[in-house]
T-cell receptor
């Protein structure tokens, strides 16, 4: 079964500083990996996804993530944090159940941006 | 137009009551899901339907009964509500495999059982 582990339930950065949110995956097959963002009182939105093409994936709002098979990692980064980046971030992996897609989420990392 | 819409947004009720949450998507997707997000923000899949057929049932108590009258709608009925059912419930939909692998989420229904 596929799973993801997010390291750090809370991350605080200063405005303008580098954002690094960590995610490690476990998968018996080449994984499809995702980062979703959840703003307060909203549903989740896709930030970016890795589907076995380029290992460096660029997403919306200046975020990117690098797939590293040797480290089983898919960390999310952004060079310069903005106040509007404060949100909950979820790493996710796609698995299958009976031939149908099943997406499993990590426990989330809350990003706080300090002015 | 909202792609995935859920109603109600907030639901406050007493233990033992029965309640329903409705979900509709206008994206033309065949697959819809219910996820439960607990107070620690942990998001867990409950059910998935593909074209009105149940395809994933993640050991959810049988007090929870999803119903899909057509592929654009997936409702969740909960009987005999318990305190532990308090959570945010998200509906989501996705295109067929190979069509983007992206989940589209509703804005959630916050259920509070008193």
């Amino acid at each position: 079964a596929q799973s993801v582990t997010q390291l750090g339930s809370h991350v605080s950065v200063s405005e303008g500083a580098l954002v690094l949110l960590r995610c490690n995956y476990s998968s018996s097959v080449p994984p499809y990996l995702f980062w979703y963002v959840q703003y307060p009182n909203q549903g989740l939105q896709l930030l970016l996804k890795y589907t076995s093409a380029a290992t460096l994936v660029k997403g919306i709002n200046g975020f990117e993530a690098e797939f590293k098979k040797s480290e089983t990692s898919f960390h999310l980064t952004k060079p310069s944090a903005h106040m509007s980046d404060a949100a909950e971030y979820f790493c996710a992996v796609r698995g299958f159940s009976g031939g149908y897609q099943k997406v499993t989420f990590g426990t989330g990392t809350k990003l706080q941006v300090i002015p | 137009d909202t792609a995935v819409s859920q109603t109600p947004k907030y639901l406050v009720t007493q233990m033992g009551n029965d309640k329903s949450i409705k979900c509709e998507q206008n994206l033309g997707h065949d697959t819809m899901y219910w996820y439960k997000q607990d107070s620690k923000k942990f998001l867990k899949i409950m059910f998935s339907y593909n074209n009105k057929e149940l395809i994933i049932n993640e050991t959810v108590p049988n007090r929870f009964s999803p119903k899909s009258p057509d592929k654009a709608h997936l409702n969740l009925h909960i009987n005999s509500l318990e305190l532990g059912d308090s959570a945010v419930y998200f509906c989501a939909s996705s295109p067929p495999l190979g069509g983007g692998e992206k989940l589209f989420f509703g804005s959630g229904t916050q259920l509070s059982v008193l």
